[in-house]
């Protein structure tokens, strides 16, 4: 959607709408982190996000406001779509309004994440290969009890908790040691190989650990009805024709709402728009 004379118009008008709501608006800050943030009637616009993302942010940071309104306390509890659509079937909403947010925001999709995911499973699965050369009955669930004899008398022993480590060592003249999981054949030529994969294997089972808690993090959050409800208006902006294609039933039943003044304001704003 190419920025205009136009949008800055409508920008201008959707803002002092907002004001005269009784919001504080403020659109040079950093918004927490995010592209556009809402709290206690106030909404926050990164400066840092193009022109072109500003009236969807605004209509989605407005949304939130809106929902507020219907749902006190929704900052807390992250909202019900019960409410939001003012009925207790909300299945069938809540599959389309996944689909819409996965429109609105790619990264809803966390397709990075889960591709180095399944990366550092293959090398899991690689490093697992290496070790059952040698020791057929290993099995990561369980302790490796070889690999812990001879780690202890080892200074690699201090990879199995940091992917780079730095020693320092003597009273009057220090001595410096670096070691990293990358040099570990380098740094410790003795070892065996199938102890050098397994340090690599527990380095990538921590890795994997966090890129799912990253990965459960941001679904919980693209998850909550409020985000799930500010998307879909989002969406209508940028494009109503796909967003009625992806959710038609949550589409029909949105409309019926606000044109019954369910939304309150928002009939309002999209009259501007």
């Known amino acids: 959607m190419k920025y205009n004379r136009d949008m800055v118009l409508k920008e201008k008008e959707l803002i002092k709408y907002f004001r005269s709501l009784g919001l504080e608006v403020h659109t040079a800050t950093k918004a927490r982190g995010y592209q556009g943030f809402y709290l206690k009637n106030r909404i926050d616009i990164s400066k840092n996000i193009s022109s072109e993302r ?52 790619k990264h809803s999709k966390c397709e990075k994440l889960r591709y180095h995911k399944s990366v550092i499973k293959e090398k899991i699965l690689e490093y697992e290969r290496i070790i059952k050369n040698k020791y057929p009955k290993f099995m990561r669930s369980k302790s490796f009890k070889e690999f812990d004899k001879y780690i202890k008398k080892s200074k690699a022993k201090y990879l199995l908790k940091y992917d780079r480590v730095k020693l320092v060592s003597g009273l009057f003249f220090k001595k410096t040691e670096i070691f990293t999981i990358d040099n570990i054949e380098r740094d410790f030529p003795e070892m065996p190989i199938e ?56 589409y029909n039943k949105f409309y019926d709402l606000l044109n019954k003044g369910y939304y309150q304001k928002l009939g309002n704003v999209f009259e501007m728009l």
């Open 54 to 105: 500003i009236i969807p942010t605004l209509l989605h940071e407005f949304a939130h406001y809106i929902h507020s309104q219907i749902e006190p306390f929704m900052e807390k509890t992250g909202g019900s779509l019960e409410v939001l659509f003012d009925t207790a079937e909300v299945k069938t909403y809540y599959e389309e309004l996944l689909k819409v947010t996965n429109f609105v925001d």
């Open 195 to 250: 102890f050098a994969a397994y340090i690599r294997l527990r380095s990538c089972q921590k890795r994997q650990s966090r890129i799912a808690s990253k990965i459960n993090k941001l679904n919980k959050y693209y998850n909550k009805p409020t985000e799930l409800f500010a998307r879909f208006i989002e969406g209508l902006y940028l494009d109503s024709v796909t967003i009625q294609r992806l959710a038609p039933n949550t």
